[in-house]
Protein backbone atom coordinates (compact mmCIF):
# COMPACT_ATOMS: atom_id res chain seq x y z
CA UNK A 1 0.00 0.00 0.00
CA UNK A 2 1.48 3.71 -0.92
CA UNK A 3 -1.11 6.33 0.12
CA UNK A 4 -0.83 10.02 -1.54
CA UNK A 5 -1.47 12.27 1.46
CA UNK A 6 -3.00 15.75 0.00
CA UNK A 7 -3.38 17.52 3.31
CA UNK A 8 -2.01 20.66 3.23
CA UNK A 9 1.30 21.84 5.29
CA UNK A 10 1.51 20.28 8.74
CA UNK A 11 -1.21 18.41 8.82
CA UNK A 12 -0.02 16.41 5.53
CA UNK A 13 2.90 16.21 6.93
CA UNK A 14 1.88 14.74 10.00
CA UNK A 15 -0.19 12.13 9.00
CA UNK A 16 2.98 11.14 6.49
CA UNK A 17 4.72 10.25 9.67
CA UNK A 18 2.04 8.56 11.66
CA UNK A 19 1.44 6.22 8.67
CA UNK A 20 5.71 5.73 8.50
CA UNK A 21 5.37 4.92 12.37
CA UNK A 22 3.11 1.66 11.03
CA UNK A 23 4.72 0.79 7.92
CA UNK A 24 2.90 2.58 5.49
CA UNK A 25 4.46 4.19 2.24
CA UNK A 26 2.93 7.57 1.69
CA UNK A 27 4.21 10.74 -0.61
CA UNK A 28 3.04 14.01 0.19
CA UNK A 29 1.42 16.40 -2.41
CA UNK A 30 -1.14 19.20 -0.97
CA UNK A 31 -3.59 20.04 -3.13
CA UNK A 32 -3.80 23.36 -1.47
CA UNK A 33 -2.20 26.07 0.72
CA UNK A 34 -3.73 28.23 3.45
CA UNK A 35 -3.50 31.67 4.62
CA UNK A 36 -4.91 33.86 7.29
CA UNK A 37 -7.49 35.98 5.82
CA UNK A 38 -6.20 40.08 6.57
CA UNK A 39 -8.78 42.83 8.58
CA UNK A 40 -9.76 40.48 11.54
CA UNK A 41 -8.96 43.35 14.14
CA UNK A 42 -12.42 43.52 15.10
CA UNK A 43 -13.01 39.72 15.71
CA UNK A 44 -12.80 39.16 19.80
CA UNK A 45 -15.42 41.85 20.30
CA UNK A 46 -17.62 40.74 17.47
CA UNK A 47 -17.74 36.91 18.64
CA UNK A 48 -18.90 38.83 21.93
CA UNK A 49 -22.20 39.57 20.15
CA UNK A 50 -23.30 36.08 19.13
CA UNK A 51 -25.20 33.41 21.12
CA UNK A 52 -23.76 30.50 19.52
CA UNK A 53 -20.43 30.23 17.67
CA UNK A 54 -18.90 27.38 15.14
CA UNK A 55 -15.96 26.33 14.44
CA UNK A 56 -15.67 24.15 11.65
CA UNK A 57 -12.14 22.98 11.13
CA UNK A 58 -8.90 23.14 13.78
CA UNK A 59 -7.71 26.01 10.92
CA UNK A 60 -10.63 28.28 11.87
CA UNK A 61 -9.95 28.31 15.40
CA UNK A 62 -5.79 28.69 14.82
CA UNK A 63 -6.34 31.44 12.58
CA UNK A 64 -8.86 33.20 14.66
CA UNK A 65 -6.84 32.69 17.47
CA UNK A 66 -3.70 34.20 16.08
CA UNK A 67 -5.96 37.62 15.13
CA UNK A 68 -7.19 37.51 18.54
CA UNK A 69 -4.00 37.06 20.52
CA UNK A 70 -2.18 39.52 17.93
CA UNK A 71 -4.38 42.08 19.39
CA UNK A 72 -3.64 41.16 22.84
CA UNK A 73 -7.49 40.25 23.28
CA UNK A 74 -8.93 37.44 24.93
CA UNK A 75 -11.99 35.33 23.65
CA UNK A 76 -15.73 36.17 25.27
CA UNK A 77 -16.78 34.20 27.94
CA UNK A 78 -20.48 34.77 27.01
CA UNK A 79 -20.84 32.57 23.52
CA UNK A 80 -21.72 28.85 23.63
CA UNK A 81 -18.92 27.43 21.83
CA UNK A 82 -19.22 24.28 19.12
CA UNK A 83 -16.99 22.63 16.77
CA UNK A 84 -17.71 20.15 14.27
CA UNK A 85 -14.90 17.51 15.49
CA UNK A 86 -13.28 16.51 18.71
CA UNK A 87 -9.61 17.62 17.42
CA UNK A 88 -11.17 20.96 16.50
CA UNK A 89 -13.19 21.42 19.83
CA UNK A 90 -9.58 20.58 21.95
CA UNK A 91 -7.95 23.35 20.53
CA UNK A 92 -10.78 25.38 20.37
CA UNK A 93 -11.44 24.92 24.22
CA UNK A 94 -7.27 25.62 24.59
CA UNK A 95 -7.38 28.65 23.17
CA UNK A 96 -10.66 30.45 24.28
CA UNK A 97 -10.01 28.15 28.17
CA UNK A 98 -14.00 27.03 27.26
CA UNK A 99 -15.66 24.37 27.17
CA UNK A 100 -16.71 23.25 23.59
CA UNK A 101 -19.38 20.67 22.70
CA UNK A 102 -18.85 18.53 19.45
CA UNK A 103 -21.05 16.10 18.08
CA UNK A 104 -19.76 11.91 18.43
CA UNK A 105 -19.73 11.58 14.53
CA UNK A 106 -17.55 14.65 12.91
CA UNK A 107 -19.51 15.89 10.33
CA UNK A 108 -22.22 18.83 9.36
CA UNK A 109 -24.96 16.39 9.94
CA UNK A 110 -24.24 15.06 12.98
CA UNK A 111 -23.36 18.54 14.44
CA UNK A 112 -27.04 19.51 13.63
CA UNK A 113 -28.40 16.92 15.47
CA UNK A 114 -27.04 18.37 18.67
CA UNK A 115 -29.26 18.86 21.27
CA UNK A 116 -27.61 22.44 21.64
CA UNK A 117 -29.03 23.18 17.78
CA UNK A 118 -32.17 21.95 18.56
CA UNK A 119 -34.31 25.05 19.16
CA UNK A 120 -32.14 27.85 18.33
CA UNK A 121 -35.05 30.45 17.17
CA UNK A 122 -34.02 33.96 17.37
CA UNK A 123 -30.33 32.88 18.10
CA UNK A 124 -27.19 34.77 16.78
CA UNK A 125 -25.13 31.91 15.61
CA UNK A 126 -21.51 32.56 14.00
CA UNK A 127 -20.06 29.98 12.28
CA UNK A 128 -16.06 30.11 12.07
CA UNK A 129 -14.58 28.39 8.36
CA UNK A 130 -12.67 29.68 5.43
CA UNK A 131 -13.58 30.85 1.70
CA UNK A 132 -16.49 28.61 1.15
CA UNK A 133 -18.08 25.22 2.69
CA UNK A 134 -20.64 24.03 5.29
CA UNK A 135 -23.54 25.62 3.51
CA UNK A 136 -25.64 22.82 5.35
CA UNK A 137 -25.09 24.04 8.20
CA UNK A 138 -25.78 27.66 7.88
CA UNK A 139 -28.88 26.53 5.13
CA UNK A 140 -30.25 24.53 7.97
CA UNK A 141 -30.06 26.75 11.25
CA UNK A 142 -31.66 29.84 9.28
CA UNK A 143 -34.43 27.10 8.59
CA UNK A 144 -34.56 26.58 11.76
CA UNK A 145 -35.25 30.60 12.25
CA UNK A 146 -31.60 31.26 13.48
CA UNK A 147 -29.96 34.55 13.12
CA UNK A 148 -26.83 33.05 11.28
CA UNK A 149 -24.21 34.89 9.96
CA UNK A 150 -20.30 33.70 8.46
CA UNK A 151 -16.95 35.06 9.49
CA UNK A 152 -13.90 33.46 7.07
CA UNK A 153 -11.28 33.62 9.12
CA UNK A 154 -8.91 32.08 6.46
CA UNK A 155 -8.48 30.80 2.40
CA UNK A 156 -7.74 28.03 0.72
CA UNK A 157 -6.15 28.60 -2.57
CA UNK A 158 -5.80 25.26 -5.14
CA UNK A 159 -2.51 24.27 -5.82
CA UNK A 160 -1.93 23.86 -9.55
CA UNK A 161 0.12 21.13 -10.90
CA UNK A 162 1.16 19.40 -14.58
CA UNK A 163 -1.45 16.40 -15.30
CA UNK A 164 1.00 13.67 -17.52
CA UNK A 165 4.32 14.16 -15.11
CA UNK A 166 2.77 13.99 -11.49
CA UNK A 167 0.49 11.35 -12.31
CA UNK A 168 2.92 9.22 -13.94
CA UNK A 169 5.32 9.90 -10.68
CA UNK A 170 2.32 8.27 -8.73
CA UNK A 171 1.99 5.44 -11.08
CA UNK A 172 5.86 4.61 -10.93
CA UNK A 173 5.60 4.90 -7.01
CA UNK A 174 2.56 2.19 -6.95
CA UNK A 175 0.59 4.65 -5.35
CA UNK A 176 -2.64 2.74 -4.86
CA UNK A 177 -4.86 4.68 -2.18
CA UNK A 178 -5.33 8.57 -2.03
CA UNK A 179 -7.29 10.08 1.13
CA UNK A 180 -8.84 13.30 0.58
CA UNK A 181 -10.72 15.47 3.40
CA UNK A 182 -12.72 17.58 1.47
CA UNK A 183 -15.27 17.49 -1.64
CA UNK A 184 -13.47 20.83 -2.62
CA UNK A 185 -10.13 18.99 -2.66
CA UNK A 186 -11.58 16.18 -4.73
CA UNK A 187 -12.68 18.29 -7.52
CA UNK A 188 -9.87 20.12 -7.76
CA UNK A 189 -8.07 17.05 -7.78
CA UNK A 190 -10.39 15.62 -10.30
CA UNK A 191 -9.98 18.68 -12.90
CA UNK A 192 -6.21 18.65 -12.65
CA UNK A 193 -6.03 15.35 -13.84
CA UNK A 194 -6.46 14.72 -17.53
CA UNK A 195 -9.18 12.52 -18.48
CA UNK A 196 -7.06 10.14 -19.83
CA UNK A 197 -5.61 8.97 -16.21
CA UNK A 198 -9.56 9.19 -14.60
CA UNK A 199 -9.90 5.75 -15.06
CA UNK A 200 -6.95 4.81 -12.78
CA UNK A 201 -7.76 7.67 -10.67
CA UNK A 202 -11.30 5.77 -9.89
CA UNK A 203 -9.82 2.48 -8.79
CA UNK A 204 -7.29 3.52 -6.26
CA UNK A 205 -8.88 3.12 -3.02
CA UNK A 206 -10.31 6.95 -1.78
CA UNK A 207 -10.57 7.54 2.27
CA UNK A 208 -12.53 10.22 3.03
CA UNK A 209 -13.89 11.91 6.21
CA UNK A 210 -17.83 11.77 5.99
CA UNK A 211 -20.13 9.55 4.27
CA UNK A 212 -20.93 13.35 2.30
CA UNK A 213 -17.72 13.26 0.66
CA UNK A 214 -17.93 9.92 -0.28
CA UNK A 215 -21.28 10.67 -1.44
CA UNK A 216 -19.76 13.27 -4.08
CA UNK A 217 -16.67 10.56 -4.94
CA UNK A 218 -19.23 7.79 -5.55
CA UNK A 219 -20.75 10.57 -8.31
CA UNK A 220 -17.53 11.11 -9.42
CA UNK A 221 -17.11 7.45 -10.55
CA UNK A 222 -15.01 6.44 -7.52
CA UNK A 223 -15.09 2.50 -7.27
CA UNK A 224 -13.21 2.11 -3.72
CA UNK A 225 -14.25 4.40 -0.57
CA UNK A 226 -13.77 3.93 2.49
CA UNK A 227 -15.47 7.01 4.98
CA UNK A 228 -13.34 7.52 8.01
CA UNK A 229 -15.36 8.79 11.45
CA UNK A 230 -13.94 11.97 11.30
CA UNK A 231 -11.31 13.84 9.10
CA UNK A 232 -8.25 14.01 12.12
CA UNK A 233 -5.28 12.35 10.94
CA UNK A 234 -5.50 9.84 13.95
CA UNK A 235 -9.22 8.20 12.30
CA UNK A 236 -7.69 8.06 8.90
CA UNK A 237 -4.53 6.25 9.44
CA UNK A 238 -6.93 3.97 11.92
CA UNK A 239 -9.09 3.69 8.63
CA UNK A 240 -6.30 2.22 6.63
CA UNK A 241 -5.16 0.13 8.57
CA UNK A 242 -8.16 -1.96 9.39
CA UNK A 243 -8.21 -1.61 5.34
CA UNK A 244 -4.81 -2.94 5.17
CA UNK A 245 -5.55 -5.51 7.71
CA UNK A 246 -8.53 -7.21 5.57
CA UNK A 247 -6.09 -7.03 2.29
CA UNK A 248 -3.63 -9.32 4.78
CA UNK A 249 -6.36 -11.59 5.75
CA UNK A 250 -7.95 -12.34 2.51
CA UNK A 251 -4.44 -13.26 0.75
Not at 73 to 97: C, D, F, R
Request: aromatic letters at 6%; charged letters at 20%.
Amino acid sequence: MTVLVTRPDRQGRQLCQLLADVGIESIHHPLITIEPEPKLEQLSSKLSTFDIVIAVSQHAVTYAHQAISSLQKNWPTTPLYLAVGQKTAQILSKASQQSVNYPHISDSEHLLAMKELGSVADKRILILRGNGGRELIFDTLVSRKAHVEYQQVYRRINLPFMSEPTVSHWQNNDVDTLIITSSGQLEHLYNQIDALYHSWLHDLLLVVPSERIAADAKKMGFNHIISASSASNQNLMEALQLKEQDIRNDK
